[in-house]
Nanobody, 122 residues
């Protein structure tokens, strides 16, 4: 498994930008997928964006064109650039790591960070 620590949350006005960063305790190079999820008050946790080992990405329809996920294997980080923020983006944002490849073998695990609060309000 890997330990994950998020940073970069805070309060921002509608239309503003924030950049979240997730630092891993070890190498992320062989991790199958890194993702950002969010959970708004009273709602279920939902996938925001995911990036695979080969840099393919999935982005939720609700943030398509506004959020960009990226990974830096040299720094063991995965970032979420959030632009044109809306009040409905308010949530706790969680970093997730899903499994690791060792050659052709897949080692399943599911690691989560502690979350970082993002509040979009005027």
């Amino acid at each position: 498994q890997v330990q994950l620590v998020e940073s970069g949350g805070g309060l921002v006005q509608p239309g503003g930008s924030l950049r979240l960063s997730c630092a891993a305790s070890g190498s992320i190079r062989s991790i199958n997928a890194l993702a950002w999820y969010r959970q708004a008050s009273g709602k279920e946790r939902e996938l925001v964006a995911r990036i695979f080992r080969d840099y393919r990405t999935n982005v939720a329809d609700s943030v398509q064109g506004r959020f960009i996920i990226s990974r830096d294997n040299s720094k063991n980080t995965v970032d979420l650039q959030m632009n044109s923020l809306k009040p409905e983006d308010t949530a706790v944002y969680y970093c997730n790591a899903d499994g690791r490849w060792s050659g052709s073998y897949y080692i399943p695990f599911d690691s989560w960070g502690q979350g970082t609060q993002v509040t979009v309000s005027s």
